[in-house]
């Protein structure tokens, strides 16, 4: 956070905007680049798996996102305290869950490799950590 003086502001919708994207298209890449590097080295199932827990990885990601951020929005239209409602979040993980084990008991994935490509998202934000430490060390220079 940027401080003014004795009080801290919170960091700008475009920032947070670059920042979403950034990961997004980072997690996508990842997600790609395994699947890409699965096809000739791995049985068909765990690329299908990376691809699957890739999408859904995805997925989940863009629906968080968006489900969070219409909960700020209306909380900071009213100017009330955020109030994000549970049924959302069950839904979501619900609906991973059933198409994993739905893909699973169809014999179509691995699941070990349904649950490395759902982990995207740790890879992207390696991704953007070590995008931080490069500019804040090599250029000397803050991100925002």
């Not at 997600?31 to 765990?46: D, E, F, G, K, N």
């Amino acid at each position: 956070m940027k401080k003014s003086g004795n009080k801290e502001l919170a960091p700008s919708a475009p920032v947070q905007n670059e920042i979403d994207g950034r990961i997004f298209r980072s997690m996508a890449a990842a997600v790609t680049l395994a699947v890409i590097i699965s096809v000739p080295l791995a049985p068909w199932r765990v690329t299908t798996g990376l691809l699957i827990g890739g999408i859904l990885s995805l997925l989940n990601h863009y629906w968080m996102l968006s489900s969070i951020s219409a909960g700020f929005a209306l909380a900071l239209g009213q100017g009330t305290k955020p109030q994000i409602k549970l049924a959302p979040y069950v839904l979501r993980y619900f609906v991973v869950g059933t198409i994993v084990f739905v893909a699973y008991k169809l014999n179509i994935i691995s699941l070990i490799a349904t649950v490395a490509g759902l982990c995207s998202f740790v890879v992207a934000l390696f991704v953007e950590a070590f995008r931080e430490f490069y500019f804040a060390i090599i250029h000397r220079e803050e991100i925002n």
